[in-house]
């Protein structure tokens, strides 16, 4: 089943993109930092924004070609 978030991000604009992969990885940072303090109650969230910026990585860079 595909991920309807893969659908409206391929709908976006580099710009739209931009912010949000700069919002993820700002999510991401703070993440990491609370699981190093104290365990997060859902690590698995971890890997999903990972892979969501990784995503709209490949995203911007379809677009700018």
Do not use: G, W, Y
């Amino acid at each position: 089943m595909k991920d309807k978030s893969l659908d409206e991000m391929k709908n976006m604009t580099c710009v739209e993109l931009k912010t949000r992969l700069s919002d993820l990885q700002d999510r991401i940072f703070k993440l990491k930092f609370h699981h190093s303090v104290t365990p997060v109650k859902n690590p698995l969230e971890i890997r999903k924004v990972r892979r969501n910026i990784a995503r709209i990585k490949t995203l911007i860079t379809q677009k700018e070609v």
